[in-house]
Each structure stands twice: as C-alpha cells, then as structure tokens.
C-alpha cells in the first residue's frame, strides 16, 4: 500500500512544525488530558534481519527477500484493526521495531503512521521512535525517515570494542557506530538513544567503563545500559556451554552496572528506569507507558499488546500475541484483519502485579493517585504499610513508603529483583485477605 505523496507530505509537514513548537508549547512527557481508557502507545515490529546475532533470541527472521509492500500492507491493515477494537481515539507514541525496522522503506513507515491518524488520532508531537542499526542506517535514509515521520531514534551500537562486537554478532564496528551516531545527532538532535551492553563473556570493569567514558564524550539525551543475558538456543549460550567461551561474571556485570550509573548521575543524566538515563527531559515516552502499565498495541508477527478491546464491547484488559512467523501471520491478517494468535484476560490481581512490578522500576515508583486508577479500595498503606518484611526494606534504605506513594531508592533500583521477592508475596496475601474466600463445594 502506496502513501499519496501528497498526503505523506501533508502529514511530514505537520511533524516538523510540532517538532517547532513542542518546547514552547508543553514540557517533554507530560501527561495527556485524554482518558485514560482512550489513549495508547503503539508497537510496529519488523520481523527481518540481515543476519542474527550471537546473543539474540527475538523473533526475527533472515529472509532471501522480502515482500515489502504486502508487509507493508498487512502491517496496515492489522494496525486499523486493532485501534477498531481498542476504540483508542488518542496515539501518544509509536515505536518501530525488530528485528532491524531500518531496514524497512521509508514508505512504510509513513504508510503506518498515515494510518494510525485515519483511525485514531496521532498528534504531531508525538514520539515516533525508530530502531536503527549503524550498517543499515546511512545519513540519507535517516533522513528520509525523519521526513516519514519518525522524530527518535534508537541505535543498537551495544559496544565500542570490535572485539565484543564480533563476539556479539554485530555487523558494524565501533567506527561505523560512532558515525551513524554523529549523523543522527545532527539529524535528530536531542532525540537520539543508544544502546551499550554490559557482562559479556571475559570483560572486564576497567575497559568497558572507558567504552561508556568514550560514548559520554559523543552521546545525545538518552542512554540504555543492558546486561546480557545468554538465552537458551543462541549461538553465545552455546559457546559457553560447551566451555569455549567464559561464562560472564555477574559479580563484575554487578560492579560495571554500579560504577556506570554512578558515572552517568555525575553527568547529569538522570537514572529514570533500571536500565534507562536521560538528562534534559529526554525519556522515552513510549516506554514510559509500560511502565506505567498504559494500554499499548502490538502490531506485526510476534508483537506483544495490553489493552481493553472496548471497540467490540470489552470492558477486561487482554494480554495479546500476534502469530510469530511473518508469512502466517501475513495470511491470517489477509484474511481476518488482524494476526492476533493468544488473547488472555488479565485478572485484577495480575494486574495490580504488574502496576508494582512495572511501576518499581521506575524512579518515580508508584504514587498513591497512579495505584488507585486500578484499586480504588486497597491502598498501598493497606498492602504494604503492616508489613514487618517492608518496613525491614525501609528501614535498609531500600524502599520508600510516604505521603507520595511506593518507591526504590537510588541503592533499591540496582536490587529491585529481590525487593519483589517480598513484595509480590505480599501484595498476594493482601488481595486474598480482601476478597472472600469461595463457599466450599460450590
């Protein structure tokens, strides 16, 4: 499905005049007017790669060539169908991802978020993020993606050290990503995030703090840190298996972890999620609605969605999960609309888990105002505030319980992992003491 190049052009336009504006108008991230129910982010996954890294376990695939414009097409009518069933009139952000959705034409991602304004409403300034990988994003094609309508971009550089990135997989080397970044920076100023990656297999604390010396010496706004994770079926799980590389000390991803975060606070870069920085007000506001337990919506072969289908008459949240292979998935969407393969309903105590254990990873946490928009009767001093176990975490200087809500310290958010061995039990103990237990035998 072709964009009318007018209409492209019409939408293209009104991105930049916002883009203008936004400082003058309102502070980055701040919260819509629209009702909750009616708002959402949008998730767009490109399923294809040029090839698949050592580390990597999502569901993408290496095609000998790909039917852009029935991707395309599907991708479309799939992201129409689901905002028709959520009955979501606001789109607060989209974010293309992968696989490698740079790889993907600039035509396509203005044909979805044309779409997305058809259907729903996608405000001009709304954060429209692209994943991008250095090989597969020259300056030009940034450019035209930033004159489809994407204002973010989110580059997997993972490391500086062409050692570590052959390890990884990567098809890039630590010169190609610093000048995709620089080009980036230039096109997108104030909106570009990297990646890097921590605890790979025989690194070492010294030299990977100098990678992240070197990247604050030349990074925009925002900044990921992410451990590895050696996922079972990798080509990297498996090298350690079999002894032919060294399993990665956590210990030292522990310290590196610690003595990056503490860098990036000295900086200036505030630490607003476990794994994500920013200074200047640049977070992500696309991710910031998973944290937040907002409603998003997944659209393309894999993608993950949380929301209420109020459009067929739902009032229960859904978890949903699109088929995983892109040419099934293309047929069931050509034939239904959507490529929706598993719908679960979510119950109120999954998702009072979810609230807290999403909510906790952010440095705000979860106030008390945030909480009762999903239990108005059992109040965070109701679950919590009794607790012998919690107030030990208090009293660690681990956890904040006050007038503003539930919360990590600074020191909480590098062990959030065991707070919620704690706190998860706890808030089951105090859902099952408030709901009647079932009459035996019926």
Known sequence: MALPAARARGWAAAVKMAQRRRHAEAPRGSPSRAPPGSRAAL???????????????????????????????????????????????RVESVFFGGGTPSLASPNTVAAVLEAVDQISHLPADSEVTLEANPTSAPGSRLAAFGAAGVNRLSIGLQSLDDTELQLLGRTHSARDALQTLAEARRLFPGRVSVDLMLGLPAQQVGPWLGQLRTLLGCCDDHLSLYQLTLERGTALFTQVQRGALPAPDPELAAEMYQEGRAMLREVGFRQYEVSNFARNGALSTHNWTYWQCGQYLGVGPGAHGRFVPQGAGGHTREARIQTLEPDNWMKEVMLFGH???????????????????????????????????????????????????????????????DHRGLRCSWEGLAVLDSLLLTLLPRLQEAWQQRTPSPVQGG
């Open 43 to 89: 998730y767009v996954h490109w399923p294809y790669c040029e090839k698949r890294c050592s580390y990597c376990n999502f569901n993408k695939y290496i095609p000998r060539g790909v039917e852009e414009a029935a991707m395309r097409s599907c991708l479309v009518t799939e992201a129409q169908t689901l905002l028709r069933l959520s009955g979501v009139q």
């Open 339 to 401: 490529g929706t393969r598993r719908r679960v309903p979510l119950g109120q105590l999954e998702l009072l888990e979810e609230v807290l254990a999403m909510g906790l990873r952010t440095d705000v946490g979860i106030t008390h105002q945030h909480w009762q928009q999903f239990e108005p009767q059992l109040s965070l001093w109701d679950v919590f505030g009794a607790s012998q176990e919690v107030k030990a975490l208090l009293a660690q200087g681990l956890l904040l319980l």
